[in-house]
């Protein structure tokens, strides 16, 4: 089936460094990839839509200048979070919509913990 | 606004006993209705979608458009069902999740 893949799964980062959260389509080819923050045990919010070769388009409240969204190409998009906060340690998790698939067929990324010290 | 609701933050329910997690919806037009399951430290899956109409894992959930709603249903909880179960509806092709409901199931 296909396969979503994030790295680093965890990652620890001072306060005021920024640190890269990659997410991969393993065997599929994805136009759309998208963005999701998790706190424990409360729902996923979208925070921004990835697509190859454009622009991000961020949900209302999300800072675009903080969560910096690359997708440069069809198997890879990257959230960076620049000067990190505590405020900031959460859980991201990534999906990616095969390029050419019917409906809404979206496959998860196993996230990313994001703990900012 | 809301667009999913999930009531229920916690469902606690012996083994063996029906299980009805709920979810409504707020969507005008035909919505489309999906059911994802994230099981300790696993990434999330999807568990049935409305479109497909089927039973997955013992679980079947059917879409009430009168009630704007789309309850996760199992004739018989078992202990690995435990997990948080989520609503989602997709929008303009993103996924809106609801709040999260957690299944305990007791021995």
């Known amino acids: 089936g296909a396969v979503v893949s994030q790295h680093p799964s965890w990652v620890i980062c001072k306060s005021g460094t920024s640190v890269k959260i990659e997410c991969r389509s393993l065997?599929?080819?994805?136009?759309?990839m998208f963005w999701y923050r998790q706190f424990p045990k409360q729902s996923l919010m979208l925070m921004a839509t990835s697509n190859e070769g454009s622009k991000a388009t961020y949900e209302q409240g999300v800072e675009k200048d903080k969560f910096l969204i690359n997708h440069a190409s069809l198997t890879l998009s990257t959230l960076t979070v620049t000067s990190a906060h505590p405020e900031d340690s959460s859980f991201y998790i990534c999906?990616?919509?095969?390029?050419?698939?019917?409906?809404?067929?979206?496959?998860f990324g196993e996230g990313s913990w994001l703990t900012v010290v | 606004a809301q667009r999913v609701t999930q009531p229920e933050k916690l469902l606690s329910v012996f083994k063996g006993a029906p299980v009805e997690l709920k979810c409504n919806y707020s969507y005008s037009g035909s919505p489309e209705l999906f059911w994802y399951v994230q099981y300790s430290r696993q990434r999330l899956q999807l568990l049935l979608r409305?479109?497909s109409r089927e039973s997955i894992k013992g679980f079947t959930a059917d879409l009430n458009k009168g009630e704007t709603s789309f309850h996760l249903k199992k004739p018989f909880a078992q202990e690995e069902d435990s997990a948080m179960y989520y609503c989602?509806?997709?929008?303009?092709?993103?996924?809106?999740f609801g709040q999260g409901t957690e299944l305990s199931v007791k021995p």
């Open positions: 065997d599929f080819q994805a136009t759309t």
């Open positions: 989602a509806l997709a929008e303009r092709g993103k996924l809106i």
């Open positions: 999906s990616a919509r095969p390029q050419g698939a019917k409906g809404n067929t979206i496959y």
């Open positions: 409305h479109i």
